[in-house]
């Protein structure tokens, strides 16, 4: 049971992990339940699976790529910082964040981004036995809804993980109520209590504390989302943006 609820990141680990997963669907059935989201690279390790279930409102599809690269040149000038680096050819350094991109590194990772999308487009074509046109019209790094999903055979049923989980049950003979442990460890109410008291502000504090908690806790989200930005070629397969179903 693979149990997937990401909205992508890098290429080159989606690919990975979809390498392991078909590695060991050749010894074992490899059944895939979406969460909130499986989407781009979360859709890329999904594809191969012998059977997808999917939520209706699950976030999926999002079959595209983008490159990202940084360039701190104008900030690190604000701070008085200068670099100067040593290279044995033009494309040598072409993956630092210390100056802008030249026009030939930008071809370059544009032919890289083009090509990793064909990739993309051929893997999910030849998983869920669906024409490479039709692949084409529906990705372009188009957001679908599980629903809409199965009607366009990216997934295989609607579901959520009990589902998925009766299904695996059944297709390896273990019977209608296998025996399940979870991980990691559900945490008993105690904890959960615990937990809660810890996260309630003290009345001690001013009330502008509320508001500079929750701007840290934004700044913190993120500096986590950039430092999920590290794929060694700047090439992604995710969602550009956060999405939100009310």
Same mark, same amino acid.
């Given at each position: 049971?693979?149990?997937?609820?990401?909205?992508?990141?890098?290429?080159?680990?989606?690919?990975?992990?979809?390498?392991?997963?078909?590695?060991?669907? $050749?010894?074992?059935?490899?059944? &895939?339940?979406? +969460?909130?989201? !499986?989407?781009?690279? #979360?859709?890329?390790?999904?594809?191969? /699976?012998?059977?997808?279930?999917?939520?209706?409102?699950?976030?999926?599809?999002?079959?595209?790529?983008?490159?990202?690269?940084?360039?701190?040149?104008?900030?690190?000038?604000?701070?008085?910082?200068?670099?100067?680096?040593?290279?044995?050819?033009?494309?040598?350094?072409?993956?630092?964040?210390?100056?802008?991109?030249?026009?030939?590194?930008?071809?370059?990772?544009?032919?890289?981004?083009?090509?990793?999308?064909?990739?993309?487009?051929?893997?999910?074509?030849?998983?869920?036995?669906?024409?490479?046109?039709?692949?084409? $019209?529906?990705?372009?790094?188009? &957001?679908?809804? +599980?629903?809409? !999903?199965?009607?366009? #055979?990216?997934?295989?049923?609607?579901? /959520?993980?009990?589902?998925?989980?009766?299904?695996?049950?059944?297709?390896?003979?273990?019977?209608?109520?296998?025996?399940?442990?979870?991980?990691?460890?559900?945490?008993?109410?105690?904890?959960?209590?615990?937990?809660?008291?810890?996260?309630?502000?003290?009345?001690?504090?001013?009330?502008?504390?509320?508001?500079?908690?929750?701007?840290?806790?934004?700044?913190?989200?993120?500096?986590?989302?950039?430092?999920?930005?590290?794929?060694?070629?700047?090439?992604?397969?995710?969602?550009?943006?956060?999405?939100?179903?009310?």
């Amino acid at each position: 049971m693979l149990r997937v609820n990401s909205p992508g990141g890098s290429a080159a680990a989606s690919e990975e992990i979809q390498r392991e997963l078909r590695l060991a669907q $050749e010894v074992k059935p490899v059944i &895939v339940s979406m +969460g909130a989201y !499986a989407a781009s690279g #979360g859709y890329w390790i999904s594809a191969y /699976g012998e059977r997808i279930f999917a939520e209706p409102t699950t976030i999926t599809g999002s079959i595209g790529v983008f490159g990202i690269f940084f360039d701190v040149e104008k900030l690190t000038a604000n701070l008085g910082l200068t670099f100067d680096s040593v290279k044995t050819g033009k494309m040598a350094d072409a993956l630092t964040i210390t100056r802008p991109k030249t026009d030939q590194e930008l071809a370059v990772m544009q032919r890289m981004v083009d090509w990793t999308y064909a990739q993309f487009i051929d893997k999910v074509a030849e998983a869920r036995k669906l024409d490479r046109a039709k692949v084409e $019209e529906i990705a372009q790094g188009r &957001v679908w809804s +599980g629903k809409s !999903a199965l009607d366009l #055979g990216l997934v295989d049923e609607l579901g /959520g993980l009990d589902a998925a989980l009766r299904h695996a049950a059944d297709r390896v003979g273990l019977g209608s109520k296998p025996r399940l442990e979870e991980f990691p460890r559900k945490k008993d109410f105690a904890e959960v209590l615990s937990e809660m008291l810890n996260q309630l502000p003290t009345s001690r504090l001013p009330v502008r504390h509320g508001l500079a908690s929750r701007l840290s806790d934004r700044v913190a989200q993120e500096l986590k989302t950039v430092e999920s930005l590290n794929d060694p070629r700047g090439v992604y397969a995710r969602l550009p943006l956060g999405l939100t179903v009310e």
